[in-house]
């Protein structure tokens, strides 16, 4: 048998491409040109020089300007979240300066706007790490950043706001100057181990779905909750400026914040509501729920100022009270039984962490 089947008669010879050329029915050699396809008479449809490339360079430049866009997002939430932890320390400076100029209204004002800002911060610091995964952008030099803002939002600024706020409520007294100092600076140093310590401990690829120990936004809401409430009664009720309401106030106010900050700095487990509910298919039930809870908020706005530190106190308490809980079930036969549990639990996490890591040298 023949390596090439014969030409039928009266039909033109299918042209035949070579590595130097291209064949045509009368056996000319012509230059390689890309063909886009073949006509029926076996004619070659040459393509445009260039324009398969030009196109394929034009998506992908679209691409990579797309991707650093994108990139850029997360960065820009997460300084802006620095913006105003460093704009709210600004009008804490204001207010005390309005305080010693006897401007009360003014010293007021201006603490309500740091208490905005730091609440805006909140807002942008929720927003930059879902934005990072949605985009795929996550990085270590996004995680020093977030810190880094963190540190300034909420660990000085709220510690500012206790100490201008303290000044406010009981003048400048040894004991309270003093006291007020202690836990502003305790607060800030606790805020920023904290900080620490999260960047030291979290895997690349944990789940995000609780904190061990308080979350410094939760700590820093802490805070602000409680100006909020104090200014609130302050406003409507003459019983705050008696001697018995001002000395327990002064008492109350530096060992909650200081108490905020211990528990940045503990193993209690707390949490993460927003990552619970976004990042997981939620039930009809769980979505009634949030619109309860919408509307009850909705209905009583004007009492805003305690319901969010209700919201606070609440979740605050949620993980000591849950830490008690399992305290309790852990009594006893069962109580064994889940220490079991856990431990075998806990063997697995450091397996699969080992063998993370394992794979991370592997693939370095």
Known sequence: MADHAQDQPGQPPAPSARQDGITTTSGALEPSVQATGFTASGRMLPAVPGSASVSQGVTRRRRRTRMQALSMLPSMLTLGNGVCGISAVIELFKAYLAMNLSHIDHALWHMNLAAVLIGGGMVFDALDGKVARLTNTSGKFGAELDSLCDAVSFGLAPAMLTWTFGQYLYGSGDYQTKGLWTAAVLYACCAILRLARFNAETEPDDDHMTFSGLPSPGAACGVVSMFLALSWFSARFDWMQDAWATTLLAIALPVLTGAYGLLMVTRIRYVHFMN????????????????????????FADYWQLIVPAGVIIYTLSGPVYLAYRWLRGRGVLGRRMQFAERQKQHRERLARMEREAAREATA
Request: hydrophobic letters at 70%.
């Open 276 to 299: 619970r509910l976004f990042n997981r298919r939620q039930s009809f039930r769980a979505l009634i729920l949030v619109l309860l809870v919408v509307a009850l908020l909705a209905i």
